[in-house]
Nanobody
Framework: QVQVVESGGGLVQAGGSLRLSCVASGSIFSINAMGWYRQAPGKQREWVTTVTSSGITRYTGSVKGRFTASRDNAKNTLYLQMNSLKPEDIAVYYC???????????????WGQGTQVTVSS
């Protein structure tokens, strides 16, 4: 079994910063992509960023230039540095990890429980 746990959410004023962390643990042979989605109140979950195992990173347009994702592969950890936060960034942020449990297994996506980010205007 694989566990994905996020941390670092909270309340911040508009223009402020937060750093989210996401750790994957358990029966892990390798991790391909890791990334973040978010879900604002009353809206569908939307993709925010993906980081491949080689460090290639992609972002949704609304966060480019403000958010920076990075990985520590040795620690199975993903970070999301969020700067210049806006009220429209308010959401529950969910981390995912695409994991191979063994050399022969398929890749399965595991999700964290989410961490709340609130931005006051």
């Amino acid at each position: 079994q694989v566990q994905v746990v996020e941390s670092g959410g909270g309340l911040v004023q508009a223009g402020g910063s937060l750093r989210l962390s996401c750790v994957a643990s358990g029966s892990i042979f390798s991790i391909n992509a890791m990334g973040w989605y978010r879900q604002a109140p009353g809206k569908q979950r939307e993709w925010v960023t993906t980081v491949t195992s080689s460090g290639i990173t992609r972002y949704t347009g609304s966060v480019k230039g403000r958010f920076t994702a990075s990985r520590d592969n040795a620690k199975n950890t993903l970070y999301l540095q969020m700067n210049s936060l806006k009220p429209e960034d308010i959401a529950v942020y969910y981390c995912f990890a695409d994991v191979k449990g063994s050399y022969y297994s398929n890749i399965a996506r595991y999700w964290g429980q989410g961490t709340q980010v609130t931005v006051s205007s």
